[in-house]
């Protein structure tokens, strides 16, 4: 037990300089290193909820126990991609025993619209028509699940087909409608440098779309209230978002409706407006029917119904020198966007705003073109097209080094972003903190890059059907929210008498370490262990108007709230402290051992107790919103990002050509983390959003049949990386004492999104090893995903030599 007569340097001396970096600003941050008591904000404590998943007690919406009166809904789907609903016949379903009743869009008295942008369209449920086969007709509302899901299918539906367009290549040939607005970003003059260049190439890349596939799949549970008041616990990545669209279809107010959110088995996007159409309906049927209502998709519907990453086809055409320099750029983004706008205006933006990836282009222009067809709504998904604008960037890489027999690895060098020159993005934002060069430099001689290279080159002249291949590719990612209002987060924390500290904050967890970081955050203010500090369910009834926990922001946002409401609370304390013993306020300082207060130390409990019986306030919001940010769409010019995330990753594959089957031999990654939060949580981060990275470029396909009908709906027929499929050699290394210029939470950097960009590297060190195949001669051309079809289908065309694949070079 602490004894309070003994002085802070008897007994806290050996953590002095921890506990004063601790009391620093937000940009002063102990070095890495073992968790200390107090557990620092930069120590690698253990997942908050790691021993509840372990021993299978982490509770999920589907584990809420049911009250005896609950009901179960289940979807009716349309099976056409684009039809006209002549008839529906819902006698069969409605007469089912345990049906308590049959909803569909006559029955939504209020709105039937749940567009996350307002855009107007997106039914909840189908009225006239349907737009893409998997879209909910209506709702199924039984005593038990089973009831639910055997009536949905009795429906008889009659329609009359109308034209569908299901991929890009139909809608640029039928002139297909744009599903949001366009974007155009330009600096100087691309077409003139485009005509100058001694040396141009054109070309052409396709990216598949990919399925989040989220361990927990869309399920919610809504509990009526009194007086109109509807509970929802929800698989929800944007608790606010889902209370408004809940209270829009009941026609309430939102203080009606509370959203509740304690975690989530992943969702990487795929719930952050995708999940708004299962609470809804939830919410429809307690209403109408008075009772709790749970729904819960199967694999089969979630994937039917929900939407994907986008697909992207990507039109080309840049100037160069002899020594690799971009002289000039112009690309055309075109996407595959679905039935509804959803979030991808924002999604092709980003794939412009990345369509630079690390590297300067003097004079460019990117223009996106979001296309409507009759497929799932494509939505958010980690990256939030991100890494398809950087795909983009890297096959110009690629390609200028292969015309030009230059290693790859130089030609990148030689064209990232400088920091006091050919420093300005194509939105005109300039980069202040470039440092992909320096990471690139740091990996290629830590893992031995050129000598491996050489080694490979030698190993293929003697390999006839087991081709090597190496890429090392960079990531530049911008943090931040492009629509600059989510740039927010608030915070409440509770001190309470007894000396435990409550955290809520409005980001959500779905596995990714985010509640640990703030639980961290308390811990090193407060001088507390982990045991003393509770972090609870997200709810809107505690922390209102949340962003999104999406664009990577989690940490940085939610961390800062959650700083402002602890440090609230520590002045209170700090100014009671010292008049109580008559110490000046400096002199007061929370270490893991106590509250020091002059020469005493004091427990902390002690001190709260003491503050609370002086009538003092132990409860705090906090508020945070991001500086300097600011975007014009208008003009495409602006500063989107607060900072960028820096990192780069070499891989190392090995090509069957007999099978086309690939597989990763070593994998090295440098990640700039800053000075991160919990470096274990953020190398966990890193590791798995490189192989979904390299999953979706490498085996990830889906499938649409000639009728619309997505065919890849499960996973038998939907391949995702297994644990076989991870580099046999894989390391993750931060990067060391590189602080976060700008002032986020202790000068950490988010690691979310941008690690899943290293799965490009894979996808080059493919196209490395199928070069090899015509002897270096012709250029790939390899598109995304590089299935063994794929793969031996390049192959045939290179052993052939008909051509230079996708692109056509010209000097």
């Keep these: 037990m602490v004894d309070p007569q003994k002085t802070v340097a008897q007994q806290a001396q050996a953590q002095a300089q921890a506990q004063a970096q601790a009391q620093a600003q937000p940009g002063a941050v102990p070095p890495h290193g073992p968790t200390l008591v107090a557990g620092g904000a930069s120590s690698s404590l253990r997942h908050e909820s790691a021993h509840l998943h372990v021993a299978g007690e982490a509770r999920y919406v589907d584990d809420v126990p049911l009250p005896p009166n609950a009901v179960h809904v289940a979807l009716g789907l349309s099976s056409r991609a684009h039809a006209r609903i002549l008839s529906m016949d819902l006698g069969a379903v409605q007469a ?24 107007g369209d997106e039914p909840l449920l189908a009225e006239d028509h349907v737009f893409f086969c998997g879209q909910p007709l209506f709702a199924v509302v039984a005593q038990t699940r089973h009831a639910a899901r055997h009536a949905a299918v009795l429906a008889k539906v009659e329609y009359a087909d109308l034209p569908a367009v299901l991929n890009i290549e ?20 691309a077409v003139q440098a485009l005509a100058s260049a001694p040396r141009r190439l054109a070309g052409q890349l396709a990216i598949g779309g990919q399925e989040h596939f989220y361990l927990e799949g869309q399920a919610a549970l809504a509990w009526p209230g009194e007086d109109g008041e509807m509970r929802v616990c929800s698989s929800t990545q944007h608790p606010t978002e889902t209370q408004h669209m809940v209270a829009h279809v009941l026609g309430c107010p939102n203080n009606l409706v509370t959203v509740e959110v304690r975690r989530m088995g992943g969702g990487f996007g795929g719930k952050e407006t995708q999940a708004n159409i299962v609470a809804c309906l939830a919410a429809l049927a307690a209403a109408r029917t008075g009772r709790p209502a749970k729904l819960r998709l199967d694999r089969d519907d979630d994937m039917m119904i929900t939407g994907k990453r986008h697909d992207f086809v990507i039109d080309y055409d840049v100037g160069f020198d002899e020594q690799g320099h971009v ?13 509804s706008a959803d979030l991808s205006g924002p999604v092709t933006d980003r794939a412009l705003f990345h369509a630079d990836n690390a590297y300067y282009y003097p ?8 296309l409507r067809t009759n497929t799932q709504s494509n939505t958010a998904f980690r990256g939030f097209g991100g890494p398809q604008g950087a795909a983009a960037a890297e096959r110009v890489m690629d390609e200028i080094a292969f015309v030009t027999g230059l290693d790859p690895l130089d030609v990148r060098l030689r064209n990232v972003y400088g920091i006091t020159e050919r420093n300005i993005t194509p939105y005109h934002m300039t980069v202040e903190d470039s440092i992909a060069g320096e990471v690139m430099t740091q990996l290629a001689q830590e893992c031995d890059y050129r000598k491996r290279r050489a080694q490979i080159r030698e190993f293929n002249k003697t390999s006839p059907h087991m081709r090597r291949g190496i890429a090392l590719t960079p990531v530049k990612f911008g943090i931040s929210f492009t629509a600059t209002h989510f740039n927010q987060a608030g915070a409440l924390v509770h001190v309470y008498t007894d000396g435990s500290v409550q955290v809520n904050h409005g980001g959500t967890e779905m596995g990714q370490g985010l509640h640990t970081k703030m639980v961290q955050i308390a811990m090193r203010e407060f001088g507390l262990p982990q045991d003393r500090v509770r972090i609870t369910a997200t709810t809107t009834g505690k922390v209102p108007n949340t962003s999104a926990t999406a664009a990577s922001s989690g940490a940085d946002l939610n961390g800062m709230a959650v700083l402002a409401a602890v440090r609230t609370i520590k002045d209170r304390l700090i100014t009671f402290a010292a ?60 500063r989107p990002f607060y900072y960028f995330a820096y990192g780069a990753a070499c891989a190392e594959v090995v090509v069957d050509l007999l099978t086309g089957e690939n597989r990763m031999e070593r994998v090295d990654i440098l990640h700039d983390a800053g ?18 990275g390299a999953g979706w470029l490498t085996m990830e396909e889906l499938f649409w049949d000639p ?6 709906h499960a996973p038998s027929t939907y391949k995702i990386p297994a644990c076989s499929d ?15 210029r700008e002032e986020t939470i202790f000068r950490s950097k988010a690691v979310g999104e941008p690690p899943f960009v290293h799965g490009l590297a894979v996808l080059h060190a493919i196209s490395d090893a199928l070069a090899s195949v015509d002897d270096y001669r012709t250029y790939p051309g390899l598109n995304a995903p590089a299935t063994p079809e794929q793969i031996l289908r390049v192959a045939e065309r290179l052993r052939s030599k008909g051509g230079v694949g996708h692109a056509q070079v010209h000097t």
Aim: positive net charge; contains cysteine; charged residues 20%.
């Design 707 to 712: 009728s619309g009908r997505l065919r890849t």
């Design 96 to 119: 089912y025993p345990g049906v308590v009743c049959v909803l569909t869009a006559h029955d939504i008295a209020h709105h039937n619209q749940i567009s996350s942008v307002g855009a």
């Design 363 to 370: 004079d460019v222009r990117l223009r996106s073109m979001p």
């Design 579 to 638: 008049t109580k013993w008559q110490v000046l306020p400096e002199q007061v300082r929370f270490t893991a051992e106590g509250v020091g207060v002059g020469d005493t130390l004091v427990p902390f409990a002690t001190l709260v107790n003491a503050a609370y019986m002086a009538r003092i306030s132990l409860s705090s919001t906090g508020f945070y919103k991001t500086p300097k940010i600011s975007w014009d769409a208008a003009t495409g010019r602006g």
């Design 675 to 692: 000075l991160s939060l919990n470096p274990d949580i953020d190398i966990g981060q890193i590791e798995g959003g490189f192989v979904q």
């Design 170 to 189: 139909q809608a640029r040939a039928q002139g297909s409608a744009l599903v949001c607005r366009s974007l155009e970003m330009t600096r100087g003059n």
């Design 726 to 740: 991870r580099p046999r050699i894989f390391n993750v290394k931060l990067m060391e004492n590189l602080p976060n």
């Design 327 to 339: 002289l000039g750029v112009d690309m055309e983004l075109a996407a595959r966007c679905g039935w």
